[in-house]
């Protein structure tokens, strides 16, 4: 199970680079939107995905499941979302201002 999530975690930062390499603003927002969820993915394979019990001491218990991967996989999503948030309302800010979304004509390459 866990190389399957690593396999597709890899897949999210390959289609990730691929829109951050490109030229118009809302694709390099999706990019970082896709890097970002792999990130997630990854954090949570690291963390082995186990089953277990919550982490609450209790008799007769031996398996638990570690609650820190999950905790930082929150954190980082709602990071993410503030930033996802952040970088949509600066595309339109800027897409409105220059009538572009162009990376190259913002630049001031007028090579196309």
Known sequence: MEFIILILAGILFATAIYNLL??????????TVLLSH?????????????QGNPPILTEG???YTDPLPQALILTSIVISFGITSLLLVLAYRTATENDTDNMEQ???NDNE
Not at 22 to 27: G, H, T
Not at 39 to 47: E, V
């Open 22 to 31: 490109q030229k118009q603003l809302l694709r390099i927002i999706i990019g």
């Open 38 to 50: 792999g990130a997630h993915l990854f954090i949570l394979t690291m963390g082995k995905l186990k």
């Open 61 to 63: 218990i031996s398996e």
């Open 106 to 108: 913002l630049r001031g």
